[in-house]
């Protein structure tokens, strides 16, 4: 079993920045790729952004293309999601999840945390 425990959500003004950490334990090991998801009210899930193994290959949405980056520390067990030019739209629950080997950017991860809440308002 692996456990996710994300960090790092709050309240930010537009045009903000907001670092998210996601914190990984149990079985958990650099075997294991990495993704970014949200929740808005009344939305879907969507994907936001994915790292492989090593950290060598990312990807993202094209919402986040440029604002967002992803990042990971083997050595810690962690994952990072930086965020800067938040927008209102922004706003949801973001969740980090973990699966084994292969990154994919749909959401076919066997392992998920509870969320943490970031709100882009003025």
């Known amino acids: 079993q692996v456990q996710l425990v994300e960090s790092g959500g ?7 920045s907001l670092r998210l950490s996601c914190a990984a334990s149990g079985s958990f090991r650099s075997t294991y790729a990495m993704g970014w998801f949200r929740q808005a009210p009344g939305k879907e899930r969507e994907f936001v952004a994915a790292i492989s193994r090593s ?3 990312t990807y993202y949405a094209d919402s986040v293309k440029g ?3 992803i990042s990971r520390d083997n050595a810690k067990n962690t994952v990072y999601l930086q965020m800067n030019s938040l927008k209102p739209e922004d706003t949801a629950v ?4 973990a699966r084994l080997w ?3 950017t749909t959401d076919e991860y066997r392992y998920w945390g509870q969320g943490t809440q970031v709100t882009v308002s003025s």
């Not at 973001?94 to 999840?97: F, I, K, L, Q, R």
């Open 55 to 57: 950290g060598g290959s």
């Open 67 to 69: 604002r967002f980056t």
């Open 94 to 97: 973001y969740y980090c999840a």
């Open 102 to 104: 292969s990154v994919v």
């Open 10 to 16: 709050g309240l930010v003004q537009p045009g903000g």
